[in-house]
């Protein structure tokens, strides 16, 4: 191997051209030719002997040699030895004896010694050999290495430009660097003389001017920056533009809560800040990711009623009633909620009929286009095809109904067999009007419907179906509708049962009341002037009639007195019948009556079966009373004006719709002042009751009024308001966008009351306003623990967005404020921290410029694989007033004495530390017993550092000038593995 090739392969593997090793010097052995033979050498008793002038000679000869050599080393730059090979005889370099150790590779070259020495055996021109002593010594290192051969190059390369570009600056303390990161980020590093940071900025600056005025602010108030130990947390109080504010943190810094105002003195912070540590451990958390129902009590009572609020706290809907206690208020949403589900929507300003349910039976109600009840059924029904039948039957009559006018009682002569019990069966099965039409068809099996004076033998028959179609029946009845009495039989035309009425007003005046306690025979006279007789019970029912007429009065006593002998009924008393008579029998159990003239013709009978015997007289009474009233024909349903109480002034006038049956259809809504006035309203309702709109409504109807500013509310089966909407929606389709909304997720609103103070959960948006300050935000959010139970189930965790917290009063105050987090769960967690940390929170007060201790749980990387053992780690920041960090630690880590070691020391460092611009690579020379050297590159980063300490700082000076003329075009070689298999190529 030649001397050029050893040269390049031991400089290479040393790192010439890389700062590894530094200048050389080089011996160079003097032989023997040099002193001749006039140079005689002896061995003597005293070693080495020569002349006086062979001495001088030898030593012109060396002080030659030195100066060829020095010479020779400054022309031909150290690390670069192959170009001396080149010079020197390259031609006649001969490869070393197999015997020779020339390609070993010195340790130092591999990193492994710092010094090293070589010899090179060298061939001259003339072919003798000569050998160079070499001494081989590290200068400087990198302190971090890269992870790839061509990454080391080009960190080779990079390091050559700043050596030639590095200027030098001395540091006697500490020094602050200025350094560009890249682009607009610029940082700073506050490092002591021996190069270790002890402080960082605690986020990067978008400008030179930006990060110069932090430094400057750090140095004028940092040596005087208050030490405060939160602990586990605590209230912290900042002042920020002649205000006060505060915050709540946690034990490393993170913002849990912040105040919603401002305050003007500390004192009222501190106060502020106490008070909401209570609140926040007993408020309950609601998150509302819909909407929800909010009960609360009505101000200044001890009354309650409910709210419908959405996601933010708005209210959507708002109670009319209010309630005696919260249980009943309660009650009353959670009926409106389950409504809700089947709730119909109908248009306030639409004509319609309503189908509606109350309890177990169904109604309905005709409401005019100023939504106003105008008719409505009197009783209800049992099924809803039921109450729609009666419905059509109204609406079907009423546009030709008839106006009837009576006072006190009237006789209705209406058409047989018009009954509608068969389409329409009250829920309790019967009513007057049944009465009334078995009475008529002759189901009162007291006496026959026939004329007696006929002879027929019909007084037996009870079949319910003889009223056919075209005869014609009567009744007496009140003006209040109470059935008074009823014709036995239906007549053939009205005229005919004008006439029955006319003859029973004849007769009734000067009938008498009578009963018989015992069975009785009767005589009596046919209007044919025929005499007949009947033997009746004591109750009243026909026990045997004559069997023929007889010509007088005797012959029927005669026939009737010979019955008598040859029967038992010899205690039955003879009564003879000369004027009309009311008499009162018995119906199985019940009482009843009936009316007979003078001749024994029945002409009417009771509508119905009275309880006992004076109740039957009294009605038979009231017929007597009202027997004169006048009669009217119902061909027609018709209205029927009354007043309730006509002996008042305040009297009001309403009317019911009365089928020819004698069944009320439908009544009024409400009263009229003057009878005129009614009669106005019915001409308006024939034509509203025409309409073919009908809809079915539930226990909760959704009622739309309005057009451009469209609101809705919400009614109950009475159509009393319940609850209105406060929100306007621009229209109809608007607000019927709004209902389905709220329908849909109505019945899983979550019910809550604000006692003190509730924490208010809901996904911001984030265009909005945030609900903390920046820098509350930013600090939250890098330190947000997202693992937590979120105690409901709310499928929002799997979706990422802003979700806070409010704390609020029942007033709707805003209390407080959170920070944001991504999920629900992260937010529910901080919850969880802040309630236990709130109680024993204290205020701080941050004035100024303060350091902050930080402890941080971190998993120690000594241990095993196996394991995963906690370490506690504490740490510092400076902070501003406001809470806002400046610098951290750059050395996070031990005890908390540890840190306040740290602390007292930047203080310290800070008041002395130099201000540097790291506007080019600079070589830093610093000294603690001897003077050492470091080149930090523009960001920062140190590139290379001295393995070497100088005496002096002229000397560490002239190492550094030797570095500077001579590694920037040194050759990158390669040592180690690699350099057995691999070259790499020269770096010009």
Known sequence: MSVSQLWRRYSSAAGFGNGAIGASIVFVALLRPLFGPSGQLRWGDRGLEMSPWVALGTGIILFAGVSVAVVALTRHPQGRLDHLADHSNSDHVKEAQSGTTGSTVPEVLAGEETTAGQFALVQTNDGEWVWHALHFETLAASPTGATSRSAAADNVTHLQTALERASSHELEDAAIRISNLSGDDWTWTLVRPDGEAVATAAGDATDREQVEAAVSTLKDRGPDGTIIDIGRGAFALTERDDRWHWHLVDDERTTLAVSSKEFRHREDTESAATAIGSLLTDARSVAVETVAVELEQVEDTDRWTWQIVDSQGETLVDATATFDDRTDAEAAVTTVLEGLESAAVTVADQCAYELFP???????????????????????????GQARQALEQFRDAAP???????????????????????????????????????????????????????????????????????????????????????????????????AAINRLQEQAVSADICHFETASFRVYQTDDGEWRWRLLDAGGAVLGDSDGAHDSRNDAIEAMLTLKERTSDSEAAVVEVETATVELHTVGEQWSWRLLDDTGVLLATAPKRYPSKAAAREAANRVRTHSSAESTTMDRAAFQPFSDDTNSENARWHWRFVHPSGKTLAVSARGFATRDGLLEHVSDLRELAATERTQTTGPVTVQLAGDDACRFRLLDHDRTPIAESTVPYPTRDAARNAIDSLVRVAPDAPLFTIDEAVLWLECADTSADDVADTSADDDANASADGDADANDDDGSDEEHADWRWTLIDEERTVLARSPTRDTQ???????????????????????????????????????????????????????????????????????????????????????????????????????????????????????LESTQTYPTRQAVTNALETMRTTLPAGAVTVAGAEAETETEPETN
Request: charged content about 30%.
């Open 358 to 384: 109350v309890e177990s039976q169904w109604h309905w109600r005709l409401v005019d286009d100023t939504d106003r009840i105008v008719a409505h059924t009197p009783v209800g029904r049992r099924t809803r």
């Open 400 to 498: 030709n109904g008839a106006i009837t006018n009576f006072e006190g009682a009237a006789y209705e002569i209406h058409p047989a067999g018009g009954t509608l019990e068969a389409e329409w069966p009250d829920s309790t099965g019967t009513d007057d009007a049944t009465a009334m039409t078995d009475t008529a068809t002759g189901t009162d099996n007291t006496l026959s419907t026939t004329d007696t004076a006929t002879g027929t033998d019909d007084a037996r028959s009870t079949d319910a179906t003889a009223a056919t179609a075209g005869q014609w029946n009567w009744r007496l009845v009140t003006d209040d509708r109470t059935c008074l009495a009823v014709s036995p039989e239906p007549a053939a035309d009205a005229g005919h049962a004008r």
């Open 825 to 943: 769960t992260a937010l529910r967690s901080q919850i969880d921290s802040l309630r236990r940390l709130a109680p024993h929170a204290e205020p701080v007060p941050l004035t100024g410029v303060s350091f902050d201790l930080v402890e941080r749980s971190e998993t120690d990387s000594s241990t095993t694989a196996t394991e995963d053992t906690p370490r506690e780690r504490w740490q510092w920041r400076l902070l501003e007033a406001d809470g806002e960090p400046v610098a951290v630690d750059a050395r996070p880590g031990g005890s908390k004495a540890d840190v306040h070691e740290r602390m007292d020391s930047v203080r310290d460092l800070l008041a002395d530390a130099d201000v540097l611009t790291l506007e080019e690579p600079v070589f830093e020379l610093y000294a603690d017993e001897e003077w050492a050297w470091r080149l930090v590159d523009t960001t920062g980063e140190t590139l």
